[in-house]
Each structure stands twice: as structure tokens, then as C-alpha cells.
């Protein structure tokens, strides 16, 4: 893409090169292969997929479940799948079968605040265990091939104190010295989970302590002036976008016209977002069947539903279905041709 702003240039890393430095965000039960189809086509980057157990990975089979998680399409790159886990030694063997499965980028989450994962000692609780987090990396990054970089997920902290800030920093630092080839930062805390304001004031102090490095920001990104926001205000080399572009994959649209110089386009009539909507129905069918892809996208419908003009009624009418016919019947009723 041409003529982009000077600090939307591309991405690199390692090997591997990202021409629009706006990804679509690791989410659990959303970043399937679908929704980074329909996020690709809108102008995302990059995307990565929703994360995954180091255990299960290594257990999963070449059946329905390899084909719901870990699907990897030609038109899929370059793609990105994160991990989590407890310990050190299950992350070498699930990364490896990631691999081999065609992901393009390894990424470690340290950031996840979900209370059931951080009580199992994973995601966001690794930023309170700064030798057990770098010995993770360190396996992997001598386990992986020099061709797929290996990055990094973190929240600012377990919570405000002096000593996860500590922690966070001991990681940081330790991370960029063992060859991690970017690290995205959210500004809240584990503790905030997703609540109250994203410190963008911390990811730009991130920012400044290593120059020479990638590092992404994530947090507060609903619409494409923000995402543009976060770049003049904290100097990232990138973004994650995250529920912000969960029923609206128009946001990176959006982002490359402004990137562009050119006006924020208008939004989505309702016969684009019909056209969107059963495209990624057609697209949940690959995946979960025609019965279950009803299921699954009677919640995407829902969130389908915040840009139409009926938000409320739409919305209402999605979470009323219970039914796979009853689906169909929402799309002819609010997104008639």
C-alpha cells in the first residue's frame, strides 16, 4: 500500500514480513480461521489465532478439533498462533505441531487476566514469575527454527505495585536479550482484567525504553481513530486490535483509508453487512458443519448487530435464536436485498 502515514510502516519479524502493521488480535472464541478470513479481506495485516493450551495442542488429534483450532489456509498468511501454559517443558512440543500445521509466528501469552487461567497458573499469572516466564522462552526460542519468530503477549503487570512493575521490566528486558522478535503490550493489568482505561501512557514508556525493538500496543481500540491515536501517541510499531473488531472487521478498512490520507469511509450499508455476515457463514460451515455454524454465529450475529441502525432490535432478535432456521429468518427480516 501506498502513501501510508510514516509510522504505519510495514512489520518485520524475523523473516517474516507484514505489509500493514494492524493485526487482528488473539481472542478466545473468536480469532477462529473464519474470522481471520473475513479480517484479512477487510485489511488486516496480520492475525493471530485464538490462544491455545500447550497440552492440548500436543494431544489434539487430525480431526474436527485439529480442523476448529489449529486450521491453517493458503490464504492464511502470515498467521500467528499464541500459546499458554504452566510450565516450561509442554510449550517446545505443542509449538513444533503448530509449526507443522503452517503458522508462520509462535507468540507466548503472559497477559491473559481470565480467572480460571490465571488460577491455573497460566497467562497473566506468569507475569508474577519472572525465572519460570524467560525459562519458557529461552526452550522455545532454541527449540523453534530460525525462520519463525517467536513473540510475546504481555499485560503491564499483575496489578499497580512497585514489584510488578518490577517483574514486568525483568521480563520485558529478559525477552528482547533472548531473540524475541516483537512484544505486544496491553496497559491494564491483570487484576483490571477489562475493566476501567488502557494506559497508553505505559505502553509509550515501553516504547521508549527499547527504540530499536518492535513492539505493539493493544488496548481501548474500538474504532479506526483510535487505533491511529495509539500510534501518534505512544510511538508503536504496531497494533492488535481485539473487541474492537469483533462484528466489525470494517475497522481495518477503515484504518488503511485514513493511513491513506483519505476520508473515514461511511459506514457499512446493511446490504455490506449481509454480504459479510453470510460469507462468514459460509466460511463457519468449513469449520463446524451447517448445524453448528448456526450456533456459533448466532454470537457473531449479535455482535454483528452494534453497526446496523436497528443495533437494539437486531441484536435481540439474534439472541432469540434458538433455532438454525430461526437464523436465516433474522438475516431476512433486518438485512433484506
Not at 504452566?86 to 503448530?98: G, R
Not at 478498512?253 to 476520508?263: E, I, K, N, S, T
Not at 454483528?304 to 435481540?316: C, F, G, I, K
Request: glycine letters at 8%; proline letters at 8%.
Amino acid at each position: 500500500m501506498t502513501n501510508l502515514r510514516p509510522n504505519l510502516a510495514p512489520l518485520q519479524f524475523g523473516p517474516v514480513r507484514i505489509e500493514f502493521p494492524v493485526a487482528l488480535a488473539p481472542m478466545s472464541g473468536y480469532s477462529d480461521w473464519p474470522t481471520r478470513a473475513i479480517a484479512r479481506r477487510m485489511g488486516a495485516g496480520y492475525t493471530i489465532c485464538e490462544v491455545l493450551l500447550d497440552q492440548f495442542v500436543v494431544n489434539v488429534t487430525k480431526g474436527n478439533k485439529a480442523l476448529r483450532w489449529i486450521r491453517v489456509s493458503d490464504d492464511d498468511h502470515p498467521v500467528g498462533a499464541q500459546l499458554m501454559g504452566s510450565a516450561a517443558e509442554p510449550f517446545v512440543p505443542a509449538a513444533l505441531k503448530l509449526v507443522e500445521a503452517g503458522f508462520d509466528v509462535i507468540e507466548v501469552n503472559f497477559g491473559c487476566p481470565v480467572r480460571k487461567v490465571v488460577g491455573k497458573c497460566r497467562g497473566g499469572w506468569m507475569l508474577g514469575q519472572p525465572r519460570t516466564a524467560l525459562e519458557i522462552l529461552a526452550r522455545l526460542r532454541d527449540a523453534l527454527p530460525p525462520r519463525v519468530p517467536l513473540t510475546l503477549k504481555m499485560r503491564r503487570g499483575l496489578d499497580d505495585s512497585p514489584q510488578s512493575r518490577d517483574h514486568f521490566f525483568t521480563i520485558f528486558d529478559g525477552a528482547l536479550a533472548l531473540g524475541v522478535a516483537a512484544i505486544t503490550v496491553h496497559g491494564r493489568t491483570v487484576r483490571q482484567r477489562y475493566e476501567g482505561t488502557s494506559s497508553w501512557e505505559f505502553v509509550a514508556e515501553v516504547r521508549a525504553r527499547a527504540p530499536a525493538r518492535t513492539i505493539l500496543g493493544s488496548g481501548d481500540l474500538f474504532t479506526a481513530p483510535d487505533c491511529l491515536a495509539m500510534f501518534d501517541k505512544t510511538g508503536v510499531d504496531g497494533i492488535t486490535v481485539a473487541r474492537g473488531a469483533i462484528g466489525n472487521p470494517w475497522i481495518f478498512r477503515d484504518l488503511r483509508a485514513l493511513a491513506a490520507g483519505q476520508p473515514l469511509p461511511p459506514p457499512p450499508s446493511v446490504q455490506e453487512q449481509l454480504d459479510v455476515i453470510r460469507e462468514h457463514r459460509r466460511l463457519a460451515e468449513m469449520v463446524y458443519g451447517p448445524k453448528r455454524a448456526a450456533f456459533v454465529m448466532r454470537n457473531y450475529g449479535i455482535k454483528y448487530s452494534r453497526v446496523h441502525p436497528q443495533a437494539e432490535r437486531v441484536r435481540n432478535a439474534f439472541a432469540a435464536v434458538r433455532h438454525a432456521d430461526r437464523w436465516e429468518e433474522v438475516l431476512d427480516v433486518w438485512y433484506p436485498r
